[in-house]
Every structure is written in C-alpha cells, then in structure tokens.
C-alpha cells in the first residue's frame, strides 16, 4: 500500500507539471496571436488612411486645374511662351486661340504650370459623349493607360455655340 500511495503522489505531480507548461505554451500563444492581430489592423488602418490622402491630393488637383482652365488664365492674351496661368475662357465661352495653345503645350510643361505632381488628360466632350476634335486632337495630356487610381472632375462649358463637357482627369 506505502508504494502504490508513492507512485500515486509521483504520477500527480507530473500531471500538474504537465499542465503547466501546456498553459504557459497556451498563454504565449494567444500573446503571439493578440500582437500579431494588433499588427495587422494598424498596418490595414494606416494604409487606408494614406491611400485616402493620395485620392483627396488628387482631387484637390483635379479641382486647382478645372479651376484654371475654366478662367481666363494669366496675362489675358496668353500665349506658350509668356504663359503663367493656362485658362480656356473669355467671355464665359471657350476661347479657340487659348484652348489651341493648350493642346499644342507639352505635358511636362503644363503638368508645371498647374502645379501638378500626377499625370493628367483633358479633353471636351459634345453631348452625345463624343470627344471634341482641337488642333487634330481629342484631347490633351496623357491618356490614363491602366491608372492605380484616377479621379475624375466634369465641368459644363460653351464651346463654339453649344454646351460641352470639359473632362480633367488626374491620375497614377
């Protein structure tokens, strides 16, 4: 009897040596995991955060270069050389000599004059959704070729006699 009770206690405390390092693996685990999660929804909440910042950057250039082009620019009889702010507009129409020095522009050249870090395109739009021919051209600036994001900005105009649709596009 002395040696079953001996072998009883023995076989107890391994048991509840047994069960501490299964709760101290248990505990560490669900520690690992707790961080590990913590991790993720920080990285997931920043990201969303600085795609959204990236979308309203190129909204409020959408917005500056709409603006631009829908005034009379600065001087008033702008031209490639002396330009400083490219507007298409006199007497609330599109002016064809300013939209003409627009198109023939280089990208690079008016991307700096609106401040622009993204690419843009730009382009008239009658109102069956056709573009507008100008200077041989449907538009102006770089056609958004598979964009990450892209946002665009729609405002109604007159050109030539009937109401159109000047399109900004800005986009990475």
């Known amino acids: ?3 079953s009770g001996l072998s009883n206690k023995n076989m107890k ?6 069960a501490q390092v299964w709760y101290t693996d248990f505990i560490v ?4 995991f707790m961080i590990a999660l913590v991790i993720y929804f920080e990285y997931v909440n920043n990201l969303s955060k600085e795609e959204e910042s990236k979308i ?3 909204l409020m250039s959408a917005k500056v ?7 009379e620019g600065y001087p008033d009889e702008w031209n490639q050389s002396n330009v400083e702010i490219i507007g298409i507009i006199d007497d609330k129409r599109i002016n064809q000599t300013k939209i003409e020095n627009f198109y023939n522009m280089s990208h690079n050249s008016a991307k700096l ?4 870090s993204q690419n843009y395109y730009f382009y008239l739009e009658d109102r069956n959704g056709q573009k507008i021919n100008i200077t041989n051209k449907e538009a102006t600036g770089e056609e958004p070729a598979n964009p990450i994001k892209l946002v665009k900005l729609n405002r109604i105009t007159i050109y030539n006699d009937s109401i159109v649709k000047a399109v900004v596009q800005i986009w990475y």
Do not use: A, P, T, Y
């Open 56 to 58: 309203d950057e190129m």
């Open 1 to 3: 009897m002395g040696q």
């Open 65 to 71: 270069m709409s603006n631009s082009l829908m005034s």
């Open 29 to 32: 685990s669900v520690l690992i």
């Open 13 to 18: 405390i391994k048991i509840s040596r047994k």
């Open 113 to 116: 004059k609106f401040g622009l």
